[in-house]
T-cell receptor, first 116, second 112 residues
Framework: DAGVIQSPRHEVTEMGQEVTLRCKPI?????LFWYRQTMMRGLELLIY????????DSGMPEDRFSAKMPNASFSTLKIQPSEPRDSAVYFC??????????????FGPGTRLTVT | KNQVEQSPQSLIILEGKNCTLQ??????????LRWYKQDTGRGPVSLTI?????NTKSNGRYTATLDADTKQSSLHITASQLSDSASYIC???????????FGKGTHLIIQP
């Protein structure tokens, strides 16, 4: 298995532009998570899906952020418009089940986003 | 508010030595506690997952302990190797959701 795949690996954009990050989870995994990592705040959960349905988006910082999962093998995280404070590494992770029952989460390599 | 605190923030030790990293949490209700290793430029990789009833779990040279009464965990690394240089992140699942609460990690450097 190729593991969780994210694209692009690096993204540099100007303030105000739309940014779309992509994730392909491990086949057969029912849960998909989006995280953001910064030096100041560490890793933070943004949103997670179960069977393509968003379950908890309370970590999404504001309306500029949106996430979709149109099918079991693809998810996007979109920022529109982007701001310099959105600069971070964004990780996607997938798992067979929820974190409450000790299912392993497998992380992708991340997308490093820089907004100038 | 769910929180996970780790200490020390950073640590430098010589190759071959042992070390212990600490984690305190206030997540409630508690489901499980995980330790992740994150190499520079990579995603986190799980080392151990422990539930309420487990107080020790090993993965090779890594041994994690959990005291659910005091809400503390530790990660002990034995006979450190250069490849152990990484950030070690304590993560707690709970609070009634399927997400995870992350500590900010301990940055470990192994010197030859």
């Amino acid at each position: 298995d190729a593991g969780v795949i994210q694209s692009p690996r690096h993204e540099v954009t100007e303030m105000g532009q739309e940014v779309t990050l992509r994730c392909k989870p491990i086949s057969g995994h029912d849960y998909l998570f989006w995280y953001r990592q910064t030096m100041m705040r560490g890793l933070e959960l943004l949103i997670y899906f179960n069977n393509n349905v968003p379950i908890d988006d309370s970590g999404m910082p504001e309306d500029r952020f949106s996430a979709k999962m149109p099918n079991a093998s693809f998810s996007t995280l979109k920022i529109q418009p982007s701001e310099p404070r959105d600069s971070a590494v964004y990780f996607c992770a997938s798992s067979l089940g929820g974190a409450r029952v000790s299912y392993e989460q497998y992380f992708g390599p991340g997308t490093r986003l820089t907004v100038t | 508010k769910n929180q996970v605190e780790q200490s020390p923030q950073s640590l430098i030790i010589l190759e071959g030595k042992n070390c212990t990293l600490q984690c305190n949490y206030t997540v409630s209700p508690f489901s499980n506690l995980r330790w992740y290793k994150q190499d520079t430029g990579r995603g986190p990789v799980s080392l151990t997952i422990m539930t309420f009833s487990e107080n020790t779990k090993s993965n090779g040279r890594y041994t994690a302990t959990l005291d659910a009464d005091t809400k503390q965990s530790s990660l002990h690394i034995t006979a450190s190797q250069l490849s152990d240089s990484a950030s070690y992140i304590c993560v707690v699942s709970g609070g009634g959701a399927d997400g995870l609460t992350f500590g900010k990690g301990t940055h470990l450097i192994i010197q030859p």
